[in-house]
Each structure stands twice: as C-alpha cells, then as structure tokens.
C-alpha cells in the first residue's frame, strides 16, 4: 500500500498570505494525485487532479505541482474561505490512499 | 446536475451490521465507479472499497476485506455498502464519492468529483 505523507499537520497563516502544502508517496504514483478541500460538516471537494489540473470551478488562486513522490498543493493569497482541511489521495492498481490532512487555520 | 444522496444515520449494536446507500442522479450510472470512504471522529478520510455498477465488479481495502459488500441495482442507480461485525471503532461518516469510468477502455480516473452528503454510523451497546 502506498503511504502518503503530508505536512505540516497545522498551518497558521493570515488572510493575503501564501499557503504551501506538500504531500510525499512512499514509492512513486506518477502525476496521478488529487487533492481535496473539507470543511467541518461537509464532504470533501476536488481541487486538483493528476497533480496540476483544477477542477470544475475551483479559483485560480489554487495550484498544484509534482510528480513522482514529491506534490505540493499552493494557495496563492487565502481568503477567508479557504481555512479547511486538505487532503492529498493516490490510487494504484488495487487500492487507494489519502494523507492524513493538513489542517490550514487562521493565525 | 450529478448529485449522490446518502440514507439517514444509523445507531447500531456492537457486533451488528449496517447497510447504507447512495443514489445517484444527473448522470449516467454506468459511467462511473462508486468508492465507498469513511472518516471517523476528528480523523482523516479512509477509502473502504469501490464497485463498478456496470460490471457488478467490486474491490476491497485490505482492511476491510472480509468484512465489508459493496454492491450497486443498476435499475434504481443506487450503490450499497454494509459492513458487519460493527465495533465501537468503526463509529464514523460515511462517504460515497464517484470517479468516471469508459467501459469501452476500461479506464477509471483517479479521483472523486462527486461525493454525497455522508451518513454517520454510530456503535454503541
């Protein structure tokens, strides 16, 4: 099973600032990573596909880059609506993986 | 639009079993697969196992093999996960998501776009 790493755990930032988040694979998963936003209460939503590819209405102030093992998820200057959890996912062949979350709280 | 509803909360005995289902609409229910994740109390997001409805075909996370059926009625584009055995750990909501799927290459892409509104199962004696 592949592991994913994200860090750090907690990122305590101001509205305006720059947000970056990373995620490690244990082995490689190609550019084939999602990352997800949640907040408390809902479900999570798509930001980014196959490492760099924003979903259906996801501002461009969200970015992601990597390949291979080494992902970053990169919120450009928060809005106050972007304190939330967010989670990096793999999928190989026969199973499925997410990190274990970083949490982006206000400063 | 594409929307997943979940069925209500469940309350369940330890050693029970729970069945929760997700029907879709807005979509074509054999263009997709539906993966079933669960998310216990202050923790992250653990995926359980997904199903291809048009195929009938389902695979399980290691941890849950044994343990957990995902099934899907074609007829009402409706997806079922029961998991037995409950135990106080296994306390959480339960999330389906759908990923896309071309049955004529087989290929499934490797994220959720869709997910519903989750159902929290709570074990308790």
């Known amino acids: 099973e592949i592991v994913l790493t994200q860090s750090p755990v ?8 720059r947000a970056t988040l990373s995620c490690r694979a244990s082995q490689s998963v190609s550019a084939y990573l999602a990352w997800y936003q949640q907040k408390p209460g809902q479900a999570p939503r798509l930001l980014i596909y196959d490492a760099s590819n924003r979903a259906t209405g996801i501002p461009a102030r969200f970015s992601g880059s ?9 919120i450009s200057s928060l809005e106050p609506e972007d304190f939330a959890v967010y989670y990096c996912q793999q999928r190989s062949i026969s199973a499925l993986t997410f990190g274990g979350g970083t949490k982006v709280e206000i400063k | 639009q594409v929307q997943l509803v979940q069925s209500g909360a469940e309350v369940k005995k330890p050693g029970s079993s729970v069945k929760v289902s997700c029907k879709a609409s807005g979509g074509t229910f054999s263009s997709y697969t539906i993966s079933w994740v669960r998310q216990a109390p202050g923790q992250g997001l653990e995926w359980m196992g997904r199903i291809i409805p048009i195929l009938g075909r389902a695979n399980y996370a290691q941890k849950f093999q044994g343990r957990v059926t995902i099934t899907a009625d074609k007829s009402t584009s409706t997806a079922y996960m029961e998991l037995s055995s409950l135990r106080s750990e296994d306390t959480a909501v339960y999330y389906c998501a759908r990923s896309l799927f071309d049955i004529l290459t087989g290929y499934e892409v490797h994220f959720f776009d869709y ?11």
């Open chain 1, 66 to 74: 990597g390949s291979g093992t080494d992902f970053t998820l990169t």
């Open chain 2, 115 to 125: 997910w519903g509104q989750g159902t929290l199962v709570t074990v308790s004696s």
């Open chain 1, 10 to 17: 907690t990122l305590s930032l101001s509205p305006g600032e």
